[in-house]
């Protein structure tokens, strides 16, 4: 079929709203495509101006980069990059101030808060080009999974609109619209939502479909409980979750079609994705320095797992330089100089995620808990959450708080999760001190006591996405 949208879309951006994303994703494609010395280099090139302008304009880096030996007289020695100290989430609270660049003023600039995986949300400043070259990042990994612009996608995405304000905005629906793009609440997922959502998919026949990795797999389970068909999707993209090879499966059975995973985080960004399924995740290294280190900080070869520090090469607002993302991977493949770079990541081990289940059997997954507790409805005033399901119509949170809830915040956090947990759940406020870590070492964002459920969860190694 002819895909019409796509040169009106190209002069609309051109011409029109002289949208530069289209152009960033050229550029992204002619690097991806180049040999790795050349990309070796140009990432080189531009972590040097990155660590130069730190230096600069950052207070937070000027002295530390001094006395590493990193930047002197405005030379930058790469060879000494092991010697920063890693960069922690809570060094990004501790130092906010201090980590802003001192040209905040002529920068585009705005605040993102992220839940993270771990439990603890952060806050971050980026700009509109760190935005842009972010959202091409994903366009060009779009069409690495077969999809072209104007071509039908859907995304069965977090919609904290659509829970809060029980619509999508007219601005989105106009934006789907023109670039076929469809967005269906991957936190409302009833079985009567898995129904609807089958029916939106016959009738769009979209080329690819991205999705949490969680909520895919509760509507590939439907598909393939029911025997419905999907027609004509080329890739699903899994992201936002652990891909565990039983949803791989499940997933591929469903739509016939390769699961690709992709791996990110809201502080960075996207980081690495796969180009064919089950190879592997290359990462995007004109956008992200990424290391894997052993706990002694020590560069992880090839077939061996790590801590992930990722820098951020696009955001001059506020520069996170060998940030500690708290995820694990194992390297497929890395170069060690003049620094040590990831090319490709074997597997992200991650952390654990559990979804919670409803009465009626659907499930809500954990990163909405992630998102509405740690973005949505937190001003600051929340350190650290554990969700934990005692039981279908009974959730404990627990809480670290760095100051007292606001006026009628517990309200509008119960209110929210009853509308999606249903209206009879009991939300109970545990504030404490502390929250431990699982036996395993791990922490646990949310935690389910219901028996029987989560068995895939230690079905072979698992590929997160944390964005």
């Not at 895909?3 to 960033?24: C, E, M, Q, S, V």
């Not at 020695?77 to 100290?85: E, G, N, V, Y």
């Not at 992930?308 to 170069?335: E, F, K, Q, W």
Request: glycine share 8%; charged share 25%.
């Amino acid at each position: 079929m002819y895909n019409w949208r796509r040169p009106i879309l190209a002069f609309y951006d051109a011409h029109i709203t002289k949208n530069p994303i289209p152009g960033h994703v050229t550029s992204l494609d002619a690097f991806h495509r180049s040999p790795i010395e050349h990309r070796r280099q140009i990432q080189v090139r531009r972590l040097t101006q990155l660590l130069r302008h730190a230096s600069h304009h950052v207070p937070y880096y000027q002295d530390l980069l001094h006395n590493a030996k990193v930047v002197r007289n405005d030379e930058v020695d790469l060879s000494r990059f092991r010697q920063i100290p890693e960069f922690t989430r809570d060094l990004l609270r501790d130092e906010f101030e201090h980590l802003k660049s001192d040209d905040l003023a002529s920068r585009n600039w705005y605040r993102r808060t992220t839940g993270g995986s771990t439990g603890e949300p952060v806050v971050v400043l980026q700009d509109r080009l760190y935005d842009d070259v972010g959202r091409a990042v994903k366009d060009l990994h779009y069409g690495w999974a077969g999809c072209e612009p104007g071509e039908p996608l859907v995304s069965l995405w977090g919609s904290e609109r659509d829970i809060l304000m029980n619509s999508e905005g007219w601005r989105n629906k106009l934006s789907g619209f023109i670039r076929n793009q469809t967005l269906l609440n991957s936190w409302n997922m009833t079985k009567a939502d898995l129904q609807r959502y089958v029916k939106t998919l016959q009738r769009v026949e979209p080329v690819v479909i991205e999705a949490y990795a969680e909520s895919i797999y509760e509507l590939a389970r439907y598909i393939n409980e029911t025997g419905a068909r999907v027609e004509g999707v080329r890739s699903v993209i899994s992201s936002a979750g652990t891909l565990y090879p039983f949803i791989r499966h499940e997933v591929e059975s469903a739509f016939r079609c390769p699961v690709l995973n992709r791996y990110g985080s809201r502080e960075v960004g996207d980081i690495a994705a796969e180009r064919t399924s089950g190879s592997g995740l290359e990462v995007f290294s004109y956008v992200n320095l990424v290391e894997i280190v052993d706990e002694n900080g020590n560069p992880c070869g090839p077939g061996e797992e790590g801590d992930i520090l990722v820098t951020s090469l696009t955001n001059y607002t506020m520069p996170l330089i060998r940030y500690r993302l708290g995820d694990r991977a194992v390297v497929g493949a890395a170069a060690a100089t003049p620094v040590h770079s990831v090319e490709r990541l074997q597997a992200v081990t991650g952390r654990i995620l559990d979804a919670l289940v409803r009465e009626d059997g659907s499930t809500v997954p954990a990163t909405f808990f992630m998102h509405f507790l740690s973005v949505v409805h937190n001003s600051g005033w929340i350190r650290k959450t554990q969700v934990i399901q005692k039981d279908y119509n009974r959730i404990v949170i627990k809480m670290i708080t760095a100051a007292p809830p606001p006026a009628h915040a517990l309200d509008e956090i119960r209110s929210t999760l009853q509308r999606v947990m249903g209206r009879n759940c009991r939300i109970e406020f545990d504030f404490v001190d502390s929250i431990p870590p699982s036996s395993s070492g791990k922490y646990r964002y949310t935690i389910s006591h219901l028996p029987g459920l989560n068995t895939g969860a230690s079905s072979g190694p698992a590929v997160m996405d944390g964005k």
